[in-house]
């Protein structure tokens, strides 16, 4: 038992959130070709996925931005405050020019378009995990920035970032722990843990250090 485990504990859990039970099945099914990858749970709703993450450890969740009871990109803050490091991966069938930037500011980390092959899909879900951003093909022109090579536009960063996330990263780039800024702030270290987790992703760096030396290169260009 201890060694099933251990193997499990290794792979990418995954959640799918779609109220198409043909899609969300399928997609369950071509995932299973990856062994690094495990579906841990099919639900159709914002209230279905909420109950689910409440109780549940999940490292990757695919979520449809069309829910019957709920627009997708309205419940990505929700979650992320229960889960801080769950990475959220948009599914969309139509053209998402509306809900990109929007959902990236709420703490999406990429965006995959659902007539994606199943190559696409598993790179998808690799690259949110390792990297915290993915975006299907095209999709980063939208917002002229990518999880590999972001921007040093600030005119994107600010419309990318929120302004409570600004204010953080301005804090840690002068040298505040997280403790110290929630002090500063006046709100929880928890908060302060939340908005970090996005910012990270949205300045496509893994570590404090990399937000603090981009957003340092980013203030070069505000300034010229």
């Known amino acids: 038992m201890g060694m099933i ?5 290794k792979k990418i859990k995954v959640l799918v959130v779609d109220d198409h039970t043909l899609f969300s099945e399928g997609t369950v099914s071509l995932l299973r070709v990856e062994p690094s990858i495990l579906a841990v ?12 993450i ?6 990757v969740v695919m979520l449809d931005i069309n829910l019957p009871d709920i627009c997708g990109v309205n419940i990505i803050e929700k979650m992320k405050m229960v889960q801080p490091a769950m990475k959220i991966l948009m599914l969309t ?3 998402p020019k509306g809900y990109v930037t929007e959902s990236i500011k709420k703490g999406a980390n990429g965006f995959l378009l659902k007539n994606c092959s199943v190559e696409d899909m598993i790179d998808a879900i ?6 915290g951003a993915y975006f299907s093909q095209g999709l980063d022109l939208l917002i002229n920035n990518n999880g590999d090579n972001n921007s040093k536009n ?5 419309k990318i970032l929120t302004v409570k996330e600004l204010e953080i990263l301005e804090l840690i780039s002068k040298g505040f722990h997280n403790k110290e800024i929630a002090e500063l702030l006046g ?3 928890r908060t302060v843990e939340f908005h970090v987790s996005n910012i990270l ?9 990399e937000a603090v030396l981009k957003w340092a290169d980013v203030s070069k260009e505000k300034k010229s």
């Open 5 to 9: 485990n251990k193997t499990e504990s």
């Open 41 to 52: 749970g099919i639900v159709k709703n914002g209230m279905e996925c909420m109950r689910f």
């Open 54 to 59: 409440n109780k549940t450890e999940v490292d």
């Open 93 to 95: 069938g139509q053209d």
């Open 126 to 131: 690799f690259k949110v995990f390792n990297k």
């Open 154 to 158: 600030p005119e994107v960063l600010e």
């Open 187 to 189: 709100i929880k270290v």
């Open 201 to 209: 992703p949205k300045l496509g760096v893994r570590k404090r250090f």
